[in-house]
């Protein structure tokens, strides 16, 4: 019994903390689109090849 | 490289702990991408001071009047060509628009590869703040001479210091790049510059033969004129808007900031239409030459100059020559004949 009740207090531990640390990384939602490689890159085209110009050197 | 954010970094790197909005603006709790980049600031620090200066005030204070950032050096490099009207034209109609579009901003650095060419590689690392990585970040803007010179990409004799494991940031220090609160003209007024002498004291330089030489060249021979390891490139006939072509080779000749030394001159690409379309004609176009001294960043200790004093006292082997001039360029070019 005393061994359910550790289990218990350990997953609401976790889940109180691991909430909060979901809570953080949601406050940007930015990082579901450009944290996600298979959305990324179907919004970034690939680079155009160089003109002329060249590096300042 | 690339242009995913790294989510792991959110918990790692200090500058992210932050929402993305506290530098990019935006609107994070939009739903769609239209709504979300609503105000969307691409690249915050443009605007050092306002970016990066909440918690780096010195240094992007000091950035703002650095060369990176200004691009002054471009400026004062082609204005002695320009009538007072030209030089009006010119801040008008070219410099903001082109010179001054390839300022860096701290994040091109120290965030994302700069954008040359059109070419954007991304992220350097998921959106990490790293402290330096050339490769990604100087050899993007500096990849047309110096950084393949260097790496021995462009075909030649790779620099010594490279091989030896040195990078950009061993001889230029951050506060090169970052500034030190002076508004310079161009690179050659900066106070503290990279010097060969820095490192190598001519009077601990090799045996007694070698400090002989060393002072009998001091003061009228540049040290790269001697020590340039190979062909470097050299650049001609650049017009707004459509680039240069390029050809390997060593010239020396007298360097027009000090006609009492012989030294390394580069070809640089600036003709007499290069701002025909902003309507400006150089007025004072032979005021200036078309070749300047330069550092080739692919030193060595033996060349064939070290070698043999014969490769420039009897041969002139990499003097310049009237018969090499470009067709139509600066008339100040033959001032630099030795």
């Not at chain 2, 003061?219 to 650049?238: D, E, F, L, N, P």
Request: aromatic share 6%; net charge neutral.
């Amino acid at each position: 019994m005393a061994n359910n009740s550790t289990s218990a207090r350990a997953m609401l531990l976790v889940a109180f903390f691991g909430a909060g640390a979901l809570c953080a990384h949601a406050a940007s939602s930015c990082v579901d689109c450009h944290g996600d490689p298979a959305t990324m890159q179907k919004l970034v085209a690939p680079p155009q090849s160089g003109g002329a110009e060249e590096g300042e050197g | 490289m690339g242009f995913v954010v790294s989510k792991d970094l959110i918990a790692r790197d200090p500058h992210l702990q932050n929402d993305c909005t506290s530098c990019h603006k935006g609107n994070a709790a939009a739903k769609d991408q239209k709504a979300a980049h609503a105000g969307l600031i691409d690249r915050p620090s443009d605007d050092p001071e306002a970016a990066c200066g909440t918690c780096h005030p010195e240094i992007a204070k000091n950035y703002t009047l650095s060369l990176h950032y200004t691009a002054a050096g471009m400026k004062h490099g082609v204005s002695g060509r320009f009538s007072e009207a030209e030089k009006k034209t010119f801040d008008a109609k070219v410099f903001e628009q082109s010179c001054r579009s390839c300022h860096a901003s701290c994040g091109d650095c120290h965030v994302k590869s700069p954008i040359v060419s059109g070419v954007n590689l991304g992220l350097i690392n998921g959106h990490q703040f790293v402290r330096k990585d050339e490769s990604k970040t100087c050899a993007l803007c500096h990849g047309g001479r110096v950084y393949p010179e260097f790496t021995g990409d462009y075909g030649g004799t790779p620099d010594v210091h490279y091989r030896k494991g040195m990078t950009c940031v061993d001889c230029h220090p951050a506060a090169q790049f970052h500034g030190d609160g002076t508004a310079y003209p161009d690179r050659t007024k900066v106070a503290v510059k990279p010097s060969c002498v820095n490192c190598h004291p001519l009077e601990y330089v090799g045996k007694d033969s070698t400090k002989q030489t060393h002072e009998t060249h001091d003061g009228r021979v540049s040290c790269s004129a001697c020590h340039t390891a190979s062909s470097y490139r050299q650049c001609s006939s650049c017009h707004l808007g459509e680039g240069a072509r390029s050809s390997p080779a060593i010239v020396l000749g007298k360097n027009p900031r000090n006609p009492k030394e012989l030294t390394t001159l580069r070809l640089i690409p600036a003709v007499r239409d290069t701002f025909q379309k902003a309507g400006i004609a150089q007025a004072n176009f032979d005021a200036l030459p078309n070749y300047w001294n330069t550092v080739p960043h692919n030193i060595a200790k033996r060349t064939d100059r070290t070698r043999d004093c014969n490769t420039c006292h009897q041969e002139g082997l990499y003097y310049l020559e009237a018969k090499m001039l470009p067709p139509g360029s600066s008339k100040k070019n033959l001032d630099l004949i030795p």
